[in-house]
T-cell receptor, first 114, second 113 residues
Framework: DSGVTQTPKHLITATGQRVTLRCSPR?????VYWYQQSLDQGLQFLIQ???????AKGNILERFSAQQFPDLHSELNLSSLELGDSALYFC?????????????FGPGTRLTVL | QQPVQSPQAVILREGEDAVINCSSS?????VHWYRQKHGEAPVFLMI?????EQKGHEKISASFNEKKQQSSLYLTASQLSYSGTYFC??????????????FGTGTLLAVQP
């Protein structure tokens, strides 16, 4: 158990809908990272927040947005969902801002768009 | 920008050794290695920082050639538990943006009895 929690574990929805994925980092970690992992694909970095502020951005679609709240939990919002958005979404946390620490990954949320 | 990993897949017998390589076309600040078992989350193995500092598990060894932007992960005396997909993640100057890891497509390692 990494100490990172993600909810829900599974999500099935239809095209065009909007969903919110939630992540609670390890106690004491200030950074939260979001990754997308599609079938047979590697981990695609989406976005990082550090202590409530956006720190780094990857190839995140404009339909996707995220935020980190004062209690440090983070939410990833996916809107106007398309079939291609079906994937495993991981969040990870680490103590500091830069990627100089190990990242602790949550169990992931499997999103299926029908 | 995505680092290239080789080989794509490797099958070993218990006790055999393997080397997984990670190569980038960009100057790198650090290389990170993770292992992911099927249906599970990635688990940290090692970080190699520019300048020679390394952080990781004692039983794992790796190298980082800063000049060649290459890293290698060495798995010796493999055990069944080593099976999984290995990802390298590279941190570099991606158009002026740092602070993010770009992961390779992975190397599938299968250790057989």
């Amino acid at each position: 158990d990494s100490g990172v929690t993600q909810t829900p574990k599974h999500l099935i929805t239809a095209t065009g809908q909007r969903v919110t994925l939630r992540c609670s980092p390890r106690s004491g970690d200030l950074s939260v990272y979001w990754y997308q992992q599609s079938l047979d694909q590697g981990l695609q970095f989406l976005i990082q927040y550090y202590n409530g502020e956006e720190r780094a951005k990857g190839n995140i679609l404009e339909r996707f947005s995220a935020q980190q709240f004062p209690d440090l939990h983070s939410e990833l919002n996916l809107s106007s969902l398309e079939l291609g958005d079906s994937a495993l979404y991981f969040c990870a946390s680490s103590p500091r801002a830069g990627p100089v620490d190990e990242q602790f990954f949550g169990p992931g949320t499997r999103l299926t768009v029908l | 920008q995505q680092p290239v990993q080789s080989p794509q897949a490797v099958i070993l017998r218990e006790g055999e050794d393997a080397v997984i390589n990670c190569s980038s076309s960009k100057a790198l600040y650090s290389v990170h290695w993770y292992r992911q078992k099927h249906g599970e989350a990635p688990v940290f193995l090692m970080i190699l920082l520019k300048g020679g500092e390394q952080k990781g598990h004692e039983k794992i060894s790796a190298s980082f050639n800063e000049k060649k932007q290459q890293s290698s992960l060495y798995l010796t005396a493999s055990q069944l538990s080593y099976s999984g997909t290995y990802f390298c993640g590279t941190e570099g100057n991606y158009g002026g943006a740092t602070n993010k890891l770009i992961f390779g497509t992975g190397t599938l390692l299968a250790v057989q009895p």
